[in-house]
């Protein structure tokens, strides 16, 4: 079957960094998605990989291993309001999105 | 970069009566949309996927006719939720792929549906 694997939950302090894993074994492989989706609202797309490797966008890196079906997002210089849940979603051989249940990120003072 | 707009935000309605959520690309033709409920503390579930002009193919267990889908046109498509009762009290979102963009999958607002 198909199975994304992610943190329930995970504590960080502001100014700090946080990488948020993701395991992923799927029938197929066209990219990786990671999203941000606060309380209430929908996600929002934060990143994408196809290729092995790391992305950086400005405080939010992803990185991606399709051999070891492995990638994480770190978040550097966290702020309050990163505090939010981060959803690794992989895109298989259909082009169907599979979902992982979301990572909690909470971020104190 | 690719918009979808979503309505209503939120809805509250009394069990048994129907409720329509609309889904419209608003810069782009969405040949293509998807409709998926999320319960508090949980992921996204994929409900079906919308095809214009054609039936909507369902996932298992999701019933066709409480969840009635219409994509009459590249730009819009809608979820009926027929006989509401309260537990399908959920928060639904659409979604469309942008075919202009590797990212594609951009998000509609949600809808927060509370049956009462």
């Known amino acids: 079957g198909q199975n994304i694997d992610q943190p329930t939950e995970m504590t960080a302090t502001e100014g700090a960094i946080v990488q948020i894993n993701c395991t992923y074994q799927t029938s197929g492989f066209n990219g990786l998605f990671w999203y941000q989706q606060h309380a209430g609202e929908a996600p929002t797309f934060l990143s994408y990989?196809?290729l092995d490797g790391l992305e950086e966008k400005g405080r939010f890196s992803s990185f991606l291993s399709r051999s070891k079906g492995y990638s994480y997002l770190l978040l550097k210089e966290l702020q309050m309001k990163d505090s939010a849940s981060y959803l690794c979603a992989v895109m298989d051989s259909n082009y169907q999105l599979i979902w992982g249940a979301g990572t909690k990120l909470i971020i104190k003072p | 970069g690719a918009v979808v707009s979503q309505h209503p935000s939120w809805v509250i309605c009394k069990s048994g009566t129907s409720v329509k959520i609309e889904c419209r690309s608003l810069?782009?033709?969405?040949?293509?949309m998807f409709w998926y409920r999320q319960f508090p503390k949980q992921s996204l579930m994929l409900m079906a996927t919308s095809n214009e002009g054609s039936k909507a193919t369902y996932e298992q267990g999701v019933e066709k006719d409480k969840f009635l889908i219409n994509h009459a046109s590249l730009t819009l498509s809608t979820l009926t939720v027929t006989s509401a009762h309260p537990e399908d009290s959920s928060f639904y979102i659409c979604s469309a792929r942008d075919p202009n963009s590797n990212y594609g999958y951009t998000f509609g607002s949600g809808t927060r549906l509370t049956v009462v």
């Open positions: 810069d782009f033709q969405a040949t293509t």
């Open positions: 990989n196809v």
